[in-house]
């Protein structure tokens, strides 16, 4: 009797996750993507121009281990920065380097038509996620930005992906870019970074003297805030409407 009681419940619980799955399938919205910044149109027809000269034998998981390794690459040269400060160039071309991977995948498999896209949402954040860990690592380690700058722009980092993958499971908007400002500017952004750096790490700001990438840090850190403020109090309030309580 205890066995078959023990089954009942098995059964019973398979039938109740199988329709809370089922459920949660119905009612999930269908996800949108929103890429708004500022070279949003360009930088697409140049990623199908090169996705569809990409050599067969090239796919769209080689370019996400390139984005990655180059991230990882760009945050291990601001760490050698702090010895020589020409492995600020080599931050430049990791960067590059990791547009195109991280950029072209996606692309790739969508001119292929071979889409995964569950596999392809996890396994391309969970390696930005890493990989801006790896980059922001390096930057507190190269003596061009406070430590604590550094780790206070990678919560921010961290903070805006979570909010944006939240968004994308309830409301089924996947957000690329903020107020015009997607990835692709932040890179060009911090490759000019590098450059002034390069001739210039210190700069007269308020009165005083100050790193270049601290005041630009912090810079960095406010807007992030204000984003992660205003987007998490907009979508609140529009998945409140959306489940009202009726009385």
Known sequence: MATLGSRNMTDFRKQVNFGVRMNMNMHRPQIVRIQESWVASYEHRLLV?????????????????????AQVGAGACYALAFLNRFWLLGVIACLALNWLGD????TLARVRHT?????????????????????????????????GIAIGLLIA???????????????????????????????????????????????????????????????????MTIMLVFFTVQNTIRLYRAERISQ
Do not use: C
């Open 49 to 69: 121009w090169i996705a569809n000269r990409t050599p067969q034998r090239i796919g769209p998981d080689h370019l996400t281990a390139l984005g990655f390794l």
């Open 115 to 147: 889409l995964r896209p569950r596999y392809g949402f996890y396994v391309d954040h969970m390696v930005d996620s890493f990989g801006g860990v790896a980059l922001m690592g390096g930057l507190a380690l190269s003596g061009y930005m406070r430590p």
């Open 157 to 223: 980092f961290l903070m805006l992906s979570i909010q944006s993958y939240l968004a994308t499971h309830t409301l089924g908007e996947f957000r690329l870019s903020f107020w015009k400002f997607g990835p692709t500017e932040l890179r060009i952004l911090l490759a000019v970074g590098n450059l002034a750096l390069f001739w210039k790490p210190r700069v007269h700001f308020l009165g005083g003297q100050y790193r270049l990438f601290d005041v630009g840090g912090v810079i960095g850190l406010v807007g």
């Open 103 to 106: 950029s072209l995948d996606g």
